[in-house]
């Protein structure tokens, strides 16, 4: 069938529930656009998962800080278009930031402070607050069985894995696999902000996460010491300003001193003007 294009909030929700009059289950994944090959991976599941496959673009001005880049971000649409419907998605949904966030709009969803105030949240505030808004609404608009997430972005998947278990949603979230480049970087639709120069040195962040696995794995259970092991990859470029590099319980966030099980190690660095995030579990 044919992949369909819908802009309106009674549209799609006329369309899943004919799909699920069908018989399907309905797969949602959110995304800002600009998709790439993480994107695709993240169709192709709930695809593969056999669903009713809703992908939606909406660049959520509600996660954005003032001095971030809300204006910039990249909204390549007919591309989106050809690489949702190359990767088995039934509709694509596209809704006006007026519909979303009409005028009078004022109720927001908070994760709990201890996952939203640190690591991201806390070089970027009130950006979860628009994340869970935004996730809540798309899941009511779209009433997904099934949501996909990108492991890419740890601390998001943990607040929407929250907000779910929290708010008893009726859906189940699915972690997958982030997806790289040759090189070991991590997709993102903010790469495509980096110098050539920069890109050259980017995939160092990814080693330096791999280096202070391969410690962690090799038996050193001290934090701090598989901290250094990052730290000292990273630190070999003075271009990278680290913005946090923590390992933290998987679940929680929390920091660690000692490795347990489910221990993940989470980085954020600034490179230019570009933010790049990315994490590795320890064994
Ligand atoms: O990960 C993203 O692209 C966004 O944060 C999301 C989940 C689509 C919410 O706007």
Known sequence: MQMQRIEGIADVLRAVKAARRGGRRIGLVPTMGALHRGHAALIERAAGDGCFTVVSIFVNP???????DL???PRPLENDLKVAMAAGADAVFTPAASE???????TWVEVGGGLTDRLCGASRPGHFRGVATIVLKLFNMTEPDRAYFGEKDYQQLQVVRRLARDLDLPLEVVPVPTVREDDGLAMSSRNKYLSPEERVVAPRLYQALKTAAEAAASGERRASEILRR???????QPAFQIDYLEIVDGEGLQPLNELKPGAVMLAAVRLGNTRLIDNIRLT
């Open 62 to 68: 509600a996660q954005f800080g003032p001095n971030e």
């Open 71 to 73: 204006a910039r971000y």
């Open 100 to 106: 979303v966030y009409p005028p009078g709009f004022d």
């Open 230 to 236: 990052g730290v000292e990859i990273i630190e070999t």
